[in-house]
Every structure is written in C-alpha cells, then in structure tokens.
C-alpha cells in the first residue's frame, strides 16, 4: 500500500518549477536563486589549459558540484583537455562570479561566456526581426518556411520542373507562383525559392540556369504576394539579382563559404542570412532507386562540438564582413555532410545550438534519414517529418522548412500550444 502520492516532477523550465511552488502554498514567488537550485545543467567546455581546469575543480566543488577531468591530468601536467562541469544552474552561476574575481582577461570572457550559455539554455533567443512589414517575435511561436523548389529533380519529388515542359516558361512561371499562393494559404510564413538541388549526389547547375529558373517567378510573386521571400543559393550573382526581383532573405546552404561575394552582398543590403552548417563531399553519397540518397562514412571528432564551433566560425564571417548580428540565423544542416545516425542526434541535441544565441532555422522534411529510418520514400515521409518537426521545436527550432505547409503548420501550432507559455 502507498503512504504518499510521490512522483518525480517533469519541469520543462523555470516557469514550471514556480508554477508547482505555488501550488503547495509556498511564498508567493520564489527567488531567482531557489530557482536555479533546481535547475541542473551539464556543461562542456573544450581545450581547456590544464591550470584553469583545476581551478574550476577546486571552486565548483567547493559550491557542491561536479568537475569530470581526465585520468591523466594531475597537478604537475601541463597542457589542454576538455571538462565536464555538472551543477544546478545555482551552483554554475556562482562558479562564473568565482572565476571573475581572478581579474585575468581570459577567466572574464569564461565567466561571460558561462553565464550567456546559462541564459540562453534556458530562455533561448528573444527579440524580433521584421521582414518586409511582417514581425518574427523569438521565441512567441514558430514560424513556417514553405519550399518551392523550381527543378527537375528535387530530392521530395515536388520540383515544379518535374511535371512541366521545361520549353513552357509562361507554364513553369505560372505553376510555381500558384503553388507558391497554395503554400500561403496553408500557413507559409515565408516562401523558399531555390532553383538547384541540394540532394546528396545531385549535379550542379549554372549559375545561368539556375537564375533563369527563380528570377521569373520571384518578380512574379513579389508582384502577387506580401509574405517574405526567401531565396536558397549560395552564388552571390545569383542572390543579388534575386534580391532586385524582390526576395528579402538569402539562404545560403554553404553558410558563405562557396562564393566570397556572398557575406559581402547581405552585409551591404542588410538582409537577413540564413547560415547553414555544410559538409556534403559528392564520394560520401551513395543512392537507392526507392529511398533516394544519403550520407556514408562521414566523419566528426564530437558532432554536436563541431557543428557548433563551425557554425560560430561561419557566423564570425558574417559579423567580421559587416552584417548585422540581428540579421542571421542558424542552420544546423539536417542532411548536408550527415549520416542517418548522425542527423538522428543532431535533432534530438538541437537544443545545444541555442548557445550560439541565433534563430534556429530547421529543415528536416522528408529528408532521407527519415526515409532510411522509417524504409520509405519521399512521398511518403510526412509523419516522420511531423515527428523530427514536433521535436525539433520543443528542442528550440524558431523556424521550420518544410514541403508539407498545411500538415506542418499544424503541427508546430500544436507544438507551440504544448510547449510554450502564454
């Protein structure tokens, strides 16, 4: 027979941990560090000099927690190692105000650093862009990326060249800017123009024919259409004219490191740059007639680590060359340089990109580490993709792309509706 009603509480946040305070009558709110007492954090932090690694033993012991260091590292050696710091956020937040009082140039930024990671894990990105009168509140709901895809050969299936005459501009032109209204009304909230497939595998287009693609249909829903236009490429020619039609975003699959033009092109329009984490390399593809292709034998030291530090040094590209920090956003790259198991954890850790203190952009649909999970093909992919979309925006997606708008819209209405606060 059970004495009590005993559960183990699932918080989702600090609000959560309040909300249950008050219920048993505690003080009418609790303090922001009985808060943090209740919060625990595992933090990592790489290549650490062996002497400010002890230090940051001796000190988070010394508040309760934990240091994980390396076997081999005692108090005589000298060198770099990674270290695992466990610890409520209470305990975390004083062991930044214990590395500050060192007054060394390099234990302040660790201390800053610290504490930005702590608010950013637990809050996530907050502020707002606005694109073309339309407003994108951080962190309010998420916001819809339709896709349309002005190719023959589309991963998905769905490129508008697949099933018109590739003779019939009028037709293409006409048909795209239709699907494009569809997407609208099914919930898009921004419309992602591409004219070159992305697909492992694929072969590349000219930059000629890839602009003779999207350009028409552009101008021809700017024309047509108020929402924000983005455009997918990673030629700054391309991007440049594609902005003059009137797109409003680049998107730029290579995360500016294909054309050196490109950083210097959104810096000077002041556009918003989608910056995403790419290591596709055409011999890791392999192809199955049904399931489409996929990534083999691609290699990361840490993935979360290096998806992570390569998109930092992206985003520092960016910054360096003059773009505003409020213009970009962040790509993990769900199927760009991946294996299946790798994207696999790169979505369920996605919430470790929040530390990067950008808008997270997440594009898994019917990608093929949902078709080789599941054996399907892509048609076939939009509950798989539902499930990778409900995960990713728990895990702190801002933005989704998807192929699927009416279906994905609602699932992430049902997902902010669970999971956000109002």
Request: no cysteine; glycine share 8%.
């Given at each position: 027979?059970?004495?009590?009603?005993?559960r183990?509480?699932q918080?989702?946040d600090?609000?959560?941990?309040?909300?249950?305070?008050?219920?048993i009558?505690?003080?009418?709110a609790?303090?922001?560090?009985?808060i943090a007492?209740?919060?625990f954090?595992?933090?990592?932090?790489?290549r650490v000099a062996?002497?400010?690694a002890?230090?940051?033993y001796?000190?988070?012991?010394?508040?309760?927690?934990?240091?994980v260091?390396?076997?081999?590292?005692d108090?005589?050696?000298?060198?770099?190692?990674?270290?695992l710091?466990?610890?409520t956020?209470?305990?975390?937040q004083h062991?930044a105000?214990?590395v500050?009082t060192?007054s060394?140039?390099e234990l302040?930024?660790l201390?800053?650093?610290l504490?930005?990671a702590?608010?950013?894990?637990?809050?996530?990105v907050?502020?707002?862009?606005t694109i073309?009168?339309?407003?994108?509140?951080w962190?309010?709901?998420?916001?819809?990326?339709g896709?349309v895809?002005v190719?023959p050969?589309?991963f998905s299936?769905d490129g508008?060249?697949?099933t018109?005459?590739?003779?019939?501009?009028?037709k293409?032109?006409a048909?795209a800017v239709?699907?494009?209204?569809?997407?609208?009304a099914?919930g898009?909230d921004?419309?992602?123009i591409?004219?070159e497939?992305t697909?492992?595998?694929s072969?590349?287009?000219?930059a000629d024919?890839?602009?003779?693609?999207?350009?028409p249909v552009i101008?021809?829903l700017?024309?047509?259409v108020?929402?924000?236009?983005?455009?997918?490429t990673y030629?700054?020619?391309?991007?440049r004219?594609?902005?003059d039609?009137?797109?409003?975003i680049?998107?730029?699959v290579w995360?500016?490191r294909?054309?050196?033009?490109?950083?210097?092109?959104?810096?000077q329009?002041g556009?918003p740059?989608v910056?995403?984490?790419n290591?596709?390399?055409?011999?890791?593809?392999?192809q199955?007639?049904?399931?489409?292709g996929r990534y083999?034998?691609?290699?990361?030291?840490?993935?979360?680590a290096?998806?992570?530090?390569?998109?930092?040094a992206?985003?520092e590209?960016a910054l360096?060359?003059?773009?505003?920090?409020e213009?970009?956003i962040?790509d993990?790259g769900?199927g760009?340089?991946k294996t299946?198991?790798?994207n696999?954890?790169?979505?369920?850790r996605?919430?470790?990109l929040?530390v990067l203190?950008?808008p997270i952009?997440?594009?898994?649909?019917?990608?093929g580490f949902?078709?080789?999970t599941l054996?399907?093909?892509p048609?076939?992919?939009?509950?798989?993709?539902?499930?990778?979309?409900?995960?990713?925006?728990e895990?702190?997606a801002?933005?989704?792309?998807v192929?699927?708008?009416?279906?994905m819209?609602?699932v992430?209405?049902?997902?902010d509706?669970l999971?956000?606060k109002?």
């Amino acid at each position: 027979m059970r004495l009590y009603n005993l559960r183990v509480l699932q918080l989702q946040d600090l609000d959560d941990l309040r909300r249950e305070a008050q219920k048993i009558d505690a003080a009418l709110a609790l303090s922001r560090d009985q808060i943090a007492k209740g919060a625990f954090r595992a933090i990592k932090i790489e290549r650490v000099a062996f002497r400010v690694a002890r230090f940051l033993y001796q000190e988070l012991m010394l508040e309760g927690g934990e240091v994980v260091l390396p076997v081999r590292m005692d108090d005589r050696a000298t060198g770099a190692a990674d270290v695992l710091l466990l610890g409520t956020r209470y305990q975390l937040q004083h062991l930044a105000v214990r590395v500050r009082t060192q007054s060394e140039s390099e234990l302040d930024t660790l201390a800053d650093d610290l504490e930005r990671a702590l608010e950013l894990f637990d809050d996530g990105v907050r502020g707002a862009l606005t694109i073309r009168g339309a407003r994108f509140e951080w962190g309010a709901r998420t916001y819809v990326m339709g896709i349309v895809n002005v190719t023959p050969d589309s991963f998905s299936g769905d490129g508008i060249l697949a099933t018109e005459s590739i003779g019939d501009a009028e037709k293409i032109i006409a048909r795209a800017v239709t699907y494009a209204e569809q997407l609208i009304a099914d919930g898009a909230d921004i419309l992602d123009i591409g004219g070159e497939s992305t697909r492992p595998g694929s072969q590349p287009t000219s930059a000629d024919e890839e602009q003779r693609r999207v350009l028409p249909v552009i101008e021809r829903l700017r024309a047509r259409v108020s929402v924000p236009i983005s455009i997918d490429t990673y030629r700054a020619e391309t991007a440049r004219r594609a902005l003059d039609a009137g797109a409003d975003i680049v998107n730029d699959v290579w995360g500016l490191r294909m054309d050196e033009g490109m950083k210097h092109l959104v810096a000077q329009r002041g556009v918003p740059v989608v910056i995403t984490h790419n290591r596709s390399k055409p011999k890791d593809a392999v192809q199955l007639e049904r399931l489409g292709g996929r990534y083999v034998g691609v290699e990361y030291q840490d993935l979360l680590a290096d998806v992570i530090r390569e998109l930092h040094a992206q985003v520092e590209l960016a910054l360096d060359a003059g773009v505003a920090p409020e213009k970009i956003i962040v790509d993990p790259g769900i199927g760009f340089g991946k294996t299946v198991e790798q994207n696999l954890e790169l979505v369920r850790r996605l919430g470790e990109l929040r530390v990067l203190g950008y808008p997270i952009l997440f594009g898994p649909s019917r990608k093929g580490f949902i078709g080789y999970t599941l054996d399907l093909p892509p048609d076939q992919r939009v509950e798989g993709t539902a499930a990778a979309i409900a995960l990713g925006i728990e895990r702190g997606a801002d933005i989704v792309r998807v192929h699927d708008v009416k279906q994905m819209a609602r699932v992430a209405k049902m997902t902010d509706a669970l999971i956000r606060k109002r």
